[in-house]
């Protein structure tokens, strides 16, 4: 564990000093966050080729090929406010876009299942509805991790999805116990249920939280 979280610090460290004087934006934020995963993955493949970590590491930084074009490019974006602007709000929009629909999800299963309840059903066909909400706690999660703020950028939309997927988890593990617990009556079969899917989703949460990177901007805007 300590020589991985060594080697995510060297990592992060050459990017870094790669784009070392280019100004910060979330289109500078996103690429250091795609070029430190690359990286990571070639050292992983040279290392089961049986390289040490230190010439694994050398060899992944010189896949790279030359990377100036894209220094020129972040600096260039860096310094043109306009284009931020336009990614930012772009970036927005969708993030918006995501929150909106993931909250009326959830209020549809809830709605759903509130009426079927009234309407005198058996209650594992109540909760059946609130599936609605799981997708919809998972959409809010995604939108939410992947909006920029003006203390945060937004995070990698890959490891945004795999959060979404591990919260998703852990809201369809409550789905499943209720449901298999009110269908069978059993609160064992309710507890098996619920603690596969539950068990799953938090070590990935687990995972993504101690892997994480800092998302904090240097200068609040």
Same mark, same amino acid.
């Given at each position: 564990?300590?020589?991985?979280?060594?080697?995510?610090?060297?990592?992060?460290?050459?990017?870094?000093?790669?784009?070392?004087?280019?100004?910060?934006?979330?289109?500078?934020?996103?690429?250091?966050?795609?070029?430190?995963?690359?990286?990571?993955?070639?050292?992983?493949?040279?290392?089961?080729?049986?390289?040490?970590?230190?010439?694994?590491?050398?060899?992944?930084?010189?896949?790279?090929?030359?990377?100036?074009?894209?220094?020129?490019?972040?600096?260039?974006?860096?310094?043109?406010?306009?284009?931020?602007?336009?990614?930012?709000?772009?970036?927005?929009? +969708?993030?918006?876009?995501?929150?909106?629909?993931?909250?009326?999800?959830?209020?549809?299963?809830?709605?759903?299942?509130?009426?079927?309840?009234?309407?005198?059903?058996?209650?594992?066909?109540?909760?059946?509805?609130?599936?609605?909400?799981?997708?919809?706690?998972? +959409?809010?999660?995604?939108?939410?991790?992947?909006?920029?703020?003006?203390?945060?950028?937004?995070?990698?939309?890959?490891?945004?999805?795999?959060?979404?997927?591990?919260?998703?988890?852990?809201?369809?593990?409550?789905?499943?116990?209720?449901?298999?617990?009110?269908?069978?009556?059993?609160?064992?079969?309710?507890?098996?249920?619920?603690? +596969?899917?539950?068990?799953?989703?938090?070590?990935?949460?687990?995972?993504?939280?101690?892997?994480?990177?800092?998302?904090?901007?240097?200068?609040?805007?």
């Amino acid at each position: 564990m300590r020589n991985q979280s060594d080697l995510d610090k060297k990592i992060h460290a050459y990017v870094n000093g790669l784009f070392s004087g280019v100004g910060e934006s979330q289109q500078l934020y996103d690429l250091k966050e795609e070029l430190a995963t690359n990286l990571k993955e070639k050292i992983a493949d040279y290392k089961k080729e049986g390289m040490d970590e230190s010439t694994a590491f050398k060899e992944a930084v010189s896949s790279m090929g030359d990377l100036s074009g894209l220094v020129d490019d972040m600096r260039e974006v860096g310094q043109n406010k306009a284009k931020q602007a336009v990614y930012s709000s772009m970036t927005e929009r +969708i993030a918006v876009a995501g929150l909106i629909t993931g909250i009326l999800l959830i209020i549809f299963g809830v709605l759903t299942s509130a009426m079927l309840f009234f309407m005198g059903l058996q209650l594992e066909t109540v909760t059946g509805t609130a599936i609605f909400a799981v997708f919809g706690i998972a +959409i809010i999660t995604y939108s939410m991790l992947t909006r920029e703020t003006s203390k945060k950028y937004g995070m990698n939309k890959v490891r945004a999805i795999f959060y979404a997927v591990a919260i998703g988890l852990i809201a369809f593990s409550l789905y499943v116990a209720f449901t298999s617990g009110f269908a069978t009556g059993e609160v064992y079969i309710a507890i098996s249920s619920f603690m +596969i899917f539950f068990i799953i989703g938090l070590g990935l949460w687990l995972g993504l939280l101690f892997t994480g990177t800092d998302r904090r901007k240097m200068v609040s805007r």
